[in-house]
């Protein structure tokens, strides 16, 4: 069975610095990775997603996720943080078939002026 | 293509009564869901059904019936309504096969359960 663990409900950070959002799993197969963007009010829509193949993926808004198979881990980053990219952010887990499709707890990225 | 809509945005119950929440796609999707969300619990999987004419429970599906009936449409139904209900229900749907195929998710209705 899959899981997804996210480090920190709640990051801060200041305008143009560095966001860095923890995602770590778990799963019995090869899985399947995302990350979604909830703004205020509004459903989820996907960043990015990793399938096989390259590691690194690059998702909408300019993040980009690395996929570490030794470290169970896909964490969500972006240079410099746009006062636009405050909204929750969940990281989650399927496999083959979409069975599973688990969903993280979510982290709430506030960016400061 | 309007993508996954849901139907109503927003609603007040008082306790006992009862709704349907529809959800419709318009992508041909086999696989479709309802979650709700709670501050500080993330997504819950309510029900979901992987094609017309079934549905299976999902992690909280007391309290909620579902029904596929039209491969487009997703009804949840809650029969007697409670104060715990109240919450941000989300429907998402997903094409069938093999593959990373990412949830697509309407834009919620609030449910407010007085």
């Known amino acids: 069975a899959q899981s997804v663990t996210q480090l920190g409900s709640h990051v801060s950070v200041s305008e143009g610095a560095l966001v860095l959002l923890r995602c770590n799993y778990s799963s019995s197969v090869p899985p399947y990775l995302f990350w979604y963007v909830q703004y205020p009010n509004q459903g989820l829509q996907l960043l990015l997603k990793?399938?096989?193949?390259?590691?690194l993926v690059k998702g909408i808004n300019g993040f980009e996720a690395e996929f570490k198979k030794s470290e169970t881990s896909f964490h969500l980053t972006k240079p410099s943080a746009h006062m636009s990219d405050a909204a929750e952010y969940f990281c989650?887990?399927?496999?083959?078939?979409?069975?599973?499709?688990?969903f993280g707890p979510g982290t709430r990225l506030s960016v400061l002026p | 293509n309007a993508g996954v809509t849901q139907t109503p945005k927003f609603r007040v119950l008082k306790t006992g009564q009862s709704m349907t929440l529809l959800c419709a796609q318009d992508m041909n999707h086999e696989y479709m869901y309802w979650y709700r969300q709670d501050p500080g619990m993330g997504l819950r999987l309510i029900h979901y059904s992987v094609g017309e004419g079934t549905t299976a429970k999902g992690e909280v599906p007391d309290g909620y019936n579902v029904s596929r009936l039209k491969k487009q449409n997703f009804l949840l139904g809650l029969e007697s309504a409670a104060p715990s209900q109240t919450s941000v229900y989300f429907c998402?749907?997903?094409?069938?096969?093999?593959?990373?195929?990412?949830?697509?998710f309407g834009p919620g209705t609030r449910l407010t359960v007085t």
């Open positions: 990793y399938t096989t193949g390259a590691t």
């Open positions: 989650a887990v399927s496999g083959d078939y979409g069975q599973n499709f688990v």
């Open positions: 998402a749907s997903r094409r069938l096969g093999q593959g990373a195929y990412e949830q697509y």
